[in-house]
């Protein structure tokens, strides 16, 4: 057998680097021991054997029934992501790319726990105090139920919890952290792992249901370091999802045991640390009526918010051999099929200009019923006509320059009509669903080439 000092990880036969982490520590270890069989059938070396449990396994019919209560931190944002807030003895995994401000909201968490007369233990391995100290008074933070320590021994922080016994308790960060009794370097899936196994354990077994939240890097992938045992020891995955060309970010729930996973907390950043925008319509709409060629509304779904989002087109003639196609905060996959669909089936000849496509801050559109507001913007440019003032554009295009409906038009029929929209364009087949919107004037196509009649 050969095993990756690093990881742990264990292979048949030797590799030249190891496939969970990458490491070429390869080192050939102790010789196995038999197999054990019975009855001529073979069990892998499998010893375990059962065991007499100490107590009785309960009905769920004659248990008592359990009431789910939660701890509103107070940040609503946050605490409508969680379900209502975190409830006792959970372990919340929070993940975002640098300068997002995760340590900012791990800090305002703490503030808001020790507003409740809680004691908040703040262990940070990659900050000094002074740090640390410093992000707290620009936030306005000061309390003596706040303690902070910086370390990356996990012996150490394991002796500050037992001591302190928090109510509510921050590790910045899992991949910083060492233990004494584990093989391998800094950041390694074996210190993560264990620090992960450890501190879960003491918060799960806190008479005091204390909280716990671990702060974890992340890669060049936007996705989690290290492996996924941790996602599923813990019992929620927080994501914080930012852009440098918009000043939105977004909060979302990847696994949520005591709540759902569809909510998304929105926040900016302020003089005060991350501020909640609890109407994100406020940032976007910030004049609607100066309608001018290229520009049209549409609304995106973020989980079950409607937020409205401007797109931008700008089509030129163009003096290159192959004309340029250009797309930000619209997929570019997505804009490519939208300009063929428009060259197919509106002669919009967008083959030989070229195409520019932005959202306001840059914001990324995934929803597929903002097609139809791309469509719109680039015939707009391309026409040379100013869509017609406070109108909203929702439809999916299909292949064949039909625009469908989806489920949840109704919403943002209703959210375009709460901010101010007089006017949506629709496809024919969300007609049924419009039956009680009685305070907007809904226009119907069935297919892109009647978009230059509703500009």
């Not at 995994?93 to 503030?111: E, I």
């Not at 509510?168 to 950041?187: A, H, P, R, Y």
């Not at 671990?214 to 941790?230: D, H």
Request: proline residues 4%.
């Amino acid at each position: 057998m050969y095993k990756c000092s690093n990881c742990g990880k264990e292979y048949t036969s030797y590799v030249y680097s190891c496939y969970e982490c990458n490491s070429n520590n390869i080192i050939q270890d102790e010789k196995p021991q038999a197999r054990v069989t019975t009855k001529g059938k073979p069990r892998g070396g499998v010893k375990t054997t059962a065991k007499k449990p100490d107590r009785r396994a309960k009905s769920l019919k004659d248990s008592e029934s359990v009431v789910l209560r939660h701890t509103p931190t107070g940040i609503s944002e946050l605490d409508r992501v969680l379900g209502g807030g975190f409830v006792d003895n959970e372990v919340v995994l929070f993940g975002a790319v640098q300068g997002t401000g995760k340590s900012t909201l791990a800090l305002q968490m703490c503030d808001c726990f020790c507003a409740q007369g809680k004691t908040a233990l703040y262990c940070s391995s990659e900050e000094t105090f002074t740090q640390i100290k410093m992000r707290a008074t620009r936030l306005g933070i000061e309390y003596d139920n706040l303690y902070v320590v910086s370390t990356d021994s996990l012996e150490e922080i394991l002796g500050y919890f037992d001591e302190l016994q928090p109510d509510f308790f921050i590790m910045d960060s899992l991949q910083t952290v060492n233990s004494e009794n584990v093989t391998g370097k800094t950041g390694s899936l074996s210190q993560a792992n264990e620090a992960a196994h450890v501190l879960t354990a003491r918060i799960k077994d806190a008479q005091n249901g204390a909280k716990g939240v671990f702060i974890n890097q992340v890669t060049k992938n936007e996705e989690f370091a290290g492996s996924n045992t941790i996602q599923h020891l813990v019992d929620c995955v927080l994501f914080f999802e930012s852009s440098h060309d918009s000043p939105l970010k977004f909060l979302r729930a990847f696994k949520n045991r005591f709540g759902q996973t569809h909510e998304v907390g929105i926040f900016q950043h302020g003089p005060q640390g991350l501020e909640e925008v609890p109407n994100p319509a406020e940032v976007f709409l910030d004049d609607t009526d100066a309608n001018t060629v290229g520009s049209v509304f549409t609304v995106m779904s973020e989980g079950i918010r409607q937020i409205p989002i401007e797109v931008q087109a700008l089509v030129n003639p163009s003096n290159l051999p192959t004309p340029r196609k250009q797309f930000k905060g619209v997929d570019y996959n997505t804009g490519q099929i939208v300009s063929a669909i428009l060259d197919k089936y509106c002669q919009a000849n967008l083959w030989e200009n070229d195409t520019f496509v932005s959202t306001v801050f840059g914001v990324k559109v995934t929803d597929p019923l903002t097609n139809l507001a791309v469509a719109a913007a680039i015939l707009s440019s391309s026409l040379n006509k100013v869509p017609k003032p406070k109108t909203v554009f929702l439809g999916e295009l299909t292949l064949t320059g039909q625009v469908r409906s989806a489920f949840d038009v109704a919403y943002k029929v209703k959210e375009a009509e709460r901010m101010g929209f007089n006017r949506v364009v629709l496809p024919a087949s969300a007609a049924e669903h419009m039956k009680g919107v009685k305070n907007i004037k809904i226009t119907y196509i069935s297919s892109v080439r009647d978009l230059v009649e509703v500009l």
